[in-house]
């Protein structure tokens, strides 16, 4: 069963933006697009580890800010010639703030 | 046996159920209908083009009073109900009069909402809903000023509908762009084009604050920025709440809404429930069409014949003269969802179709909505297109089409858009001379003199070859800013100046861009564009920023962050020092290096600590490095002439005055520079950006040198003899480069393109030139010179801390 929990406000984050959430496993990248729509990903990419948060947001794309490979934030799938994918985690907004399933979030470890 | 039904409220809904009733019997009920508007139905949607003078109340009366007396209603109009009495089954009017009813019939609508800032009651300020208010805004005279507040589909009709009569109107809009409900950014970008174009104001991100008065009449709207907007009428059009407070006195289970169940009855079986004051499955309405599903379930139910309401796609049109606009289904980006875009700058056309599993799940349309009611057929059906999805977005009648044409940008251009922007050369000029014979580069520049100065127009001037000629043109291509659009970037660059393009969504729009919003690689580039041409009218987008520029701190290969305080032409103080070395203890800073830059870099620093360290560093007077920047960086100095034997002139203090001067500009490239008092040259000026060497004459200023992945020695672009006229050259140049560079290129690969001799013209021989750069330069400066470190602190430290943090949540 799924139970969500609230993350914060989606005004916290600009559009076209992202924040990181901390969890008892590591970081996750919840990105806001230019339409408002969230996405929640592991926040290290598959390269070398670096933050996907910081990365440029378009469409519904987040370039990597270390050596700019491009994830597909629905699939978390890397883009064109590079090959990796990063995690996903069910995300949705309801009134205004950023719900997330938590036991999602605690079976990362697992995943 | 005849059974009573008391109507509350004579609008759409109840409108349409009542004639949905009829058609099935007149003789089971006897309806009494109250209204507390003084008439009876009418068509509430068509206000707007009463408003505008298409059309009169007369035309637009859906129930007049042979129809009420046809089937024998009693009207009780500009009457209210006061109370429902459930228990007995009886209405009480406002005059007291009781009613029984077997079946009770609520349909009051919405009110208009009314945000209550300070001053909203006074005379003047309204609504849009009824006549009554379309009265009160078509008694208007031209040269009357109107206040709109809100940029939704009520709002723009208002403020269209005053501006044809010539009123002045603004539209205040506190969203990013028009209709966000209903349109993306760049349909939204679109509109406003065309309202602009109507004569209204049209101000978005704009925040009310107080509507101002005068002996109790309205007389202007204060935004939060402190601008005063006079008005003569102020028309709040910023949403709608059902009409819920009769139901909810009289007990029945009500949300945002009266709640109603699949057959349109209440909480209470003998109480049904019709239009805009209902909430079904958690939604309310605001358009007719569901309204008008709901009202003949309504008749059903009443009849007692089973019938389910069943929510539908909705779509939105404008009523707008000229304004064709159409949007539909849900368009939000979303997980597996896709876009297909379609841009004709040419025609002012925009269309989109956001695609789920081979469904069309959403659409916007702009200037060309013919098409649309297809588009809309294939949401509501959810039809499959994964057989037509190429040429899906061509509409209905697509036979076989046309690959895109990469020249279509320039096609689309008007006949007196200046294409050369150095010696005012217009497309039309070049297209006549390409007809009359010069057929290729050399011919044109020969010919019309385009493109044989700075020569960033070449590419423009060599599109515009191709479109004339066709196939007969063999051009060399420069290669495309990116994936999302045909042009280069100086085609971009230019096209941004003469086309006047001053917002990501303008040049998205108007250079018919392929993708939404771009992608890493344009957006920094479009966002320097904008904001070097139009640095007051364009707002700089960090969002469009690499993270380094965001965040202002250089991050590391580990995600932490450098950082890099600014030191005056490489000069220091023992306090500078201590509270360098104080942030390092505390923010346990791991590495401090002296940089080849004359300064201190604090690296390995927490992402979340940047803006305290700042803070900090802030309170010992020191400011941003701007070491991440495409900016200015550093400004090297030797110790000059109030030191050295050799020195000539004061080499450290030219480079502190000009790095208080250049401090701050966002630049193609970043830029470095360096001062040294004597040719022996110890700052290394002769391999800087903008390099000085001083003699005993005065100064020798040098530009165009490298000493990174390239090395090559600075040109000399002048020698002067005063500080004065260094500084000046200095800036002059500077903004020449901000102006005609392309994103990425240092000024020597700048210099190398458009020569030398032409830098030289702008900056050296003319002055009146070189006075109007340095004017410029001022200009831009006047709002990019702020220290982003203590700007962050202030207004964005929180966007630096985790959004939440769940390992806390967990240990409590
Ligand atoms: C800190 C510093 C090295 C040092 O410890 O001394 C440095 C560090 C970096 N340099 Fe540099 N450069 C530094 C002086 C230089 C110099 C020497 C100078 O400024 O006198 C040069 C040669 C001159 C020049 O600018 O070309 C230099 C040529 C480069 C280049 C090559 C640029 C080119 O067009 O050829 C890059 C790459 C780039 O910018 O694209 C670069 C890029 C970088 C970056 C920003 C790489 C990056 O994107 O992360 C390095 C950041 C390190 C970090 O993790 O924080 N750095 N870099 C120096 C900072 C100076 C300052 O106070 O701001
Ligand atoms: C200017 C304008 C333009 C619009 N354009 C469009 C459009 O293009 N497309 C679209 O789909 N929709 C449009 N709408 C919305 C559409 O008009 C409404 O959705 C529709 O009219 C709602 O119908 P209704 O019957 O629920 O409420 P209404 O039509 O508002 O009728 C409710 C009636 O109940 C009366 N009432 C309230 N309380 C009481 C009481 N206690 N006793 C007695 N009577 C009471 C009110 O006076 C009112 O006359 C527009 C609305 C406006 C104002
Ligand atoms: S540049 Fe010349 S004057 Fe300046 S320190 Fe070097 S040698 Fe001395
Ligand atoms: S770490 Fe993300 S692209 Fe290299």
């Known amino acids: 069963m799924s139970s969500w929990i609230d993350v914060g406000a989606l005004d916290a984050i600009q559009p076209r933006g992202a924040r990181v959430l901390k969890t008892a ?10 339409e408002d729509e969230v996405y929640a990903l592991e926040n290290s990419c598959p390269h070398k580890g670096g933050p996907l948060s910081e990365g440029i947001v378009h469409g519904s794309k987040v370039t990597c800010p270390l050596h700019n490979w491009v994830f597909d934030m629905a699939t978390g799938q890397a883009q064109g010639a590079d090959d990796g994918r990063v995690a996903t985690y069910p995300v949705r907004v309801e009134a205004g703030r950023i719900l997330m399933d938590a036991a999602f979030l605690q079976n990362r470890s697992a995943a | 046996m005849v059974k009573k039904l008391v109507v509350i409220g004579a609008g759409m809904a109840s409108g349409r159920a009542l004639e949905t009733l009829f058609k099935e019997t007149s003789e089971d009920w006897d309806v009494t209908l109250f209204n507390a508007e003084p008439r009876g139905n009418y068509d509430r949607i068509m206000l707007s083009p009463v408003l505008a003078g298409d059309k009169t109340y007369q035309d637009i009366v859906i129930h007049d009073d042979a129809w009420y007396a046809e089937h024998g209603v009693t009207c009780r109009f500009g009457e209210k109900v006061a109370e429902i009495n459930r228990e007995t089954k009886q209405v009480m009017a406002e005059n007291g009069d009781v009613l029984d009813y077997d079946k009770l019939l609520i349909g009051t609508g919405s009110n208009p909402f009314m945000i209550p800032l300070p001053g909203h009651d006074l005379e003047g300020v309204i609504a849009y809903r009824d006549l009554e208010d379309t009265e009160r805004m078509m ?60 004569g209204i104001t049209v101000m978005c991100s704009a925040n009310s604050k107080e509507i101002l008065g005068e002996n109790g009449k309205v007389k202007a709207l204060l935004l939060d920025d402190g601008t005063e907007l006079p008005c003569d009428l102020l028309c709040m059009a910023v949403g709608i709440r059902p009409n819920v407070a009769l139901a909810k006195e009289a007990g029945l289970a009500v949300g945002r809404g009266i709640h109603v169940d699949d057959q349109m009855v209440t909480s209470d079986p003998d109480i049904l429930a019709v239009g805009e004051c209902v909430e079904h499955d958690g939604q309310v309405f605001g ?21 389910a309401f069943v929510q539908k796609s909705l779509s939105t049109k404008l009523k707008v003269t000229g304004c064709d606009l159409f949007s539909a289904g849900d368009f939000a980006d979303g997980e597996g969802r896709e876009d297909i875009v379609f841009r004709d700058p040419a025609r002012g056309v925009y269309k989109r179709l956001v695609i789920e599993e081979n469904k069309v799940v959403g659409a916007v349309f702009y200037g060309d909505t013919s098409d649309s009611s297809w588009f809309f057929g294939l949401i509501k059906d959810g039809t499959d297109i994964a057989e037509m999805r190429e040429t899906l977005i061509f509409g209905p009648n697509f036979q076989g089409g046309e690959p895109l044409d990469p020249t279509a940008a320039v096609a689309a251009l008007p006949p007196d858009a200046e294409i050369c922007g150095c010696n005012g050369v217009c497309k039309s000029e070049i297209v006549e001379a390409i007809e009359a014979g010069a057929g290729d580069l050399g011919a044109v520049r020969a010919t019309t003199k385009a493109s044989a100065s700075c020569g960033t127009c070449t590419g423009l001037v060599e599109q515009l070859l191709a479109f004339t000629l066709g196939d007969a043109f063999d051009g060399s291509k420069e290669a495309a800013i990116c994936g999302c659009s045909d042009l280069t970037h100086m085609d971009v660059r230019r096209l941004i100046k003469s086309q006047e393009l001053k917002s990501q969504q303008a040049v998205w729009q108007e250079l018919g861009w392929k993708t939404k919003d771009g992608c890493h690689v344009c957006r920094p580039a479009v966002n320097y564009y904008l904001l070097a041409d139009w640095p007051v009218e364009y707002e700089d987008d960090p969002q469009s920023r690499f993270i380094n520029e965001r965040k202002h701190a250089n991050i590391q290969k580990d995600g932490t962050y450098s950082v890099v305080p600014r030191m005056w032409g490489g000069m220091t103080t023992p306090d500078e020092l201590r509270a360098i070395a104080d942030a390092a203890d505390k923010y346990s800073v791991p590495t401090v290096h002296v940089t080849g830059g004359q300064r201190i870099d604090l690296l390995g620093v927490k992402g979340e600590d940047l803006p305290a360290i700042w803070a900090d560093l802030n309170k010992a007077g020191m400011v941003s490095g701007h070491a991440y920047a495409k900016g200015l960086r550093t400004v090297k100095t030797c110790v000059g002439k109030d030191h050295c034997r050799f020195g000539t002139q004061d080499s450290t203090g030219l480079g502190i005055q000009l790095e208080k001067k250049l401090w701050g500009s966002w630049t193609p490239h970043k830029v470095k520079l360096a001062v040294s008092g004597c040719p022996r040259n110890c700052a290394e000026a002769t391999c800087k950006d903008i390099g000085v060497v001083c003699v005993d004459s005065g100064y020798q200023i040098g530009v165009a040198g490298a000493a990174g992945m390239d090395v090559k020695e600075t040109e000399r672009l002048a020698d002067v003899a005063t500080e004065e006229e260094a500084m000046e050259m200095i800036q002059a140049f500077m903004q020449l480069y901000r102006e005609n560079a392309k994103y990425l290129d240092r000024p020597y690969k700048w210099v190398a393109k458009v020569g030398l001799d032409w830098v030289k013209e702008q900056v050296v021989d003319d002055l009146e030139t070189r006075k109007a750069l340095v004017e410029r330069f001022a200009l831009s400066q006047s709002v990019y010179q702020k220290d982003p470190w203590a700007q962050h602190v202030e207004e964005k430290a929180e966007s630096y801390q985790p959004i939440a943090n769940l390992t806390l949540e967990a240990a409590e």
């Open chain 2, 139 to 198: 008694s208007m005279q031209p040269g009357q000023k109107v206040v709109v507040i809100g940029g939704g589909l009520l709002g723009l009709e208002a403020a269209a509908g005053m501006a044809a009569r010539g009123v002045e109107v603004t539209v205040v809009h506190i969203m990013g762009h028009l209709m966000e409900r209903q349109l993306d950014e760049a349909a939204g970008y679109l509109l406003r084009k065309a309202l602009v174009d109507k």
């Open chain 2, 287 to 307: 358009l007719v069409a569901p309204l008008y599903d709901q009202a003949k379930i309504v008749a059903k139910t009443l009849q007692g014949e089973e019938a």
């Open chain 1, 25 to 34: 496993f590591g970081c996750v990248a919840v990105f806001r697009t230019g």
